[in-house]
């Protein structure tokens, strides 16, 4: 530990017994009276600062790029030959170390292509957490679609340019999965859409990232960095079996290495953000001269942002200030306030973040963010009541917060059809909706009252589906029937399959899997549908609320 700091002082220490006795140059180029002034500057401690950030800066808050050459398989015939290229030949490489017999002959075959794959590993990732992958195939490809492909298990690592040669870094992720391609939620007609495309938490990554802080040069020592590492323990410990143990760890005399508390768990951002503003002195009798100084800035909107981060930084003593503020008549002063105490885990946020969700959109996406972690059972029924609105980015937003909480997956009571992709069902007032996700979860969310599928005289689909609507079954006399639709699925070499379902979107997805179709089966002809009028409700991808949007203040 802080071994730069004692490399220089043992330095410095032998400069000076060489010096001194001969009373002249030293062989390091120095005299006497420079090694004194430099033994005095490494004995100097360097006045401590106020807030964390004025000493030190964020590290590893950047996401990690990773990338592999890999081979998609189980194709229809619409693969085709690896062009000679670099990309071919470092997936021979790849093939030759799990010994793979005959690679050559394997990436001849039609229903193979090669692909790169690529992914971002986010800060503080941990290892096995699920990675989205990005899809491309090299130039000169000669294949036509990698629908339904499956891409074989890839190794995937860091690659950068130094002196004027790549170098790639241990395996960061592994990757394997069923690809979605891009034509498949996109009708645009561009034949590079079904080469290209994702698969959703495909990857897994390899190694614990870890978060630090950088201590600037002027603030650098030993002391300094102990303290103020001391100085996030008191704010942030977690149990560790039967042991407590703070966040922080001073590694060198200007470096310092951040575990990211449970709390702010796929919130790193605004854990960096709060950890910069601890203060360094402990608290004392100024605390509350402090508190006081920090709520008149809550009431001013330039200041208010920060001074909810400072009020989250000292922790509990600063509840009552900031519980005070949620009654303030300001709606962007109420949310900072209120943001400030979800991380607390304060009950008092909840009622401030769902009237933010439901009236602000600048506010929505970092209120859910809150209201994701926060232990507060009554989150859930709060969280609720907001599945009425008429807005579907705060209805699909709420939804995935509850998937998120487990107690809030138990509401949602999702279905699993046959291991391709969930289905859930939910109950809402709203304006009804078909919504798709393309991001982390393989999963279809049918929310409100939906339509009965209009009944088509026939509906290719994707995947070799086709779908065929039948005569209205009698439940009983004087009913007006079911209307009923069949499913059939027809592929080269394979038995063809068949499904009776009801006509509506949830028998559709149930059909689909029954006869083997795949999430980008379900996905593309739910597309198809909506584009034949067949689908009547709204089909969405993703309406999720954007993170970072202005808020505009009345004066504005």
């Known amino acids: 530990m802080y071994r730069s700091q004692y490399r220089l002082f043992s330095t410095a220490l032998l400069a000076v017994w060489v010096v001194v006795p001969v009373g002249c140059a030293s062989w390091l180029g120095r005299n006497a009276t420079d090694d004194s002034e430099h033994l ?37 015939g619409t693969g085709g030959p690896a062009m000679p290229s670099g990309f071919r030949d470092r997936l021979l490489e790849e093939m030759k170390i799990n010994a793979i017999s005959d690679p050559n002959e394997y990436l001849e075959r039609d229903d193979n292509a090669l692909v790169q794959v690529r992914g971002l590993i986010r800060p503080g990732a941990r290892r096995g957490d699920p990675l989205d992958l990005q899809i491309l195939t090299p130039p000169k490809t000669e294949a036509t679609d990698l629908h339904g492909g499956w891409l074989l298990d890839t190794r995937m690592r860091h690659q950068q340019v130094l002196q004027n040669a790549v170098r790639s870094s241990d395996v960061l992720a592994v990757a394997t999965g069923r690809m979605l391609t891009r034509a498949d939620y996109d009708g645009t007609i561009d034949p590079t859409l079904q080469v290209t ?37 008191r704010r942030f ?15 060198e005399d200007d470096y310092i290495e951040l575990d990211v508390h449970p709390r702010y768990r796929d919130h790193e951002t605004r854990l960096m953000a709060v950890v910069r503003s601890i203060t360094v002195a402990a608290e004392s009798s100024s605390t509350q001269s402090r508190l006081v100084e920090l709520a008149s800035e809550l009431r001013s909107p330039s200041t208010a942002a920060d001074a909810a981060l400072q009020l989250e930084a000292i922790g509990e003593s600063a509840v009552p200030t900031l519980i005070e503020a949620t009654s303030l008549e300001n709606p962007e002063l109420r949310f900072y306030a209120a943001e400030a105490l979800a991380y607390l885990d304060r009950v008092e946020a909840i009622e401030p973040l769902i009237d933010a969700i439901r ?16 232990e507060q059972t009554s989150t859930v029924a709060a969280l609720k009541e907001l599945l009425d609105e008429a807005s579907l980015e705060t209805r699909y937003g709420v939804m995935t917060v509850l998937r998120d909480r487990k107690d809030g997956r ?8 046959h291991g391709q992709f969930r289905m859930y069902e939910i109950e ?36 070799g589906i086709v779908i065929r609507p039948l005569e209205s079954l009698e439940k009983r006399q004087g009913d007006e029937g079911i209307a009923k639709l069949r499913i059939s699925r027809f592929r080269p070499g394979k038995p063809d399959a ?12 149930r059909g689909i899997t029954e006869v083997g179709g795949f999430y980008g089966d ?33 004066d504005e």
């Open 40 to 76: 005095q500057k490494l004995l100097h401690v360097p006045e401590l600062p106020n807030l964390i950030r004025e000493a030190a800066i964020p590290n590893g808050m950047q996401p990690i790029s990773v990338d592999g050459v890999a081979v998609i398989n189980q194709l229809p």
């Open 197 to 233: 495309g994702r698969i959703l938490s495909g990857g897994v990554v390899q190694n614990d990232r870890k978060l630090g802080l950088v201590v600037r040069p002027q603030y650098q020592h030993v002391e300094v960095s102990k303290a103020l590492a001391k100085a996030i323990n």
């Open 237 to 251: 410990y977690f149990f560790d079996g039967s042991t407590r143990r703070g966040i922080a760890k001073p590694t």
């Open 359 to 374: 009236t602000e959109p600048a506010f929505r996406a970092p209120a859910l963010d809150a209201l994701r972690g926060i």
């Open 410 to 417: 138990a509401l949602l009571n999702g279905e699993n059809l």
């Open 428 to 463: 809402s007032t709203g304006p009804p909706a078909v919504v798709v996700s393309l991001n982390r979860k393989s999963e279809i969310v049918l929310i409100g009252d939906l339509s009965p599928l209009s009944s088509p005289a026939s509906m290719i689909g994707s995947g």
């Open 498 to 509: 068949f499904a009776e379902v009801d006509a509506t979107v949830a028998g559709l997805l």
């Open 522 to 554: 379900a996905v593309a002809t739910l597309r198809i549908a909506k584009s034949q009028g067949i689908l009547v409700d709204q089909l969405a991808f993703d309406p999720l609320p954007k993170s970072q949007r202005t808020y505009y203040r009345d």
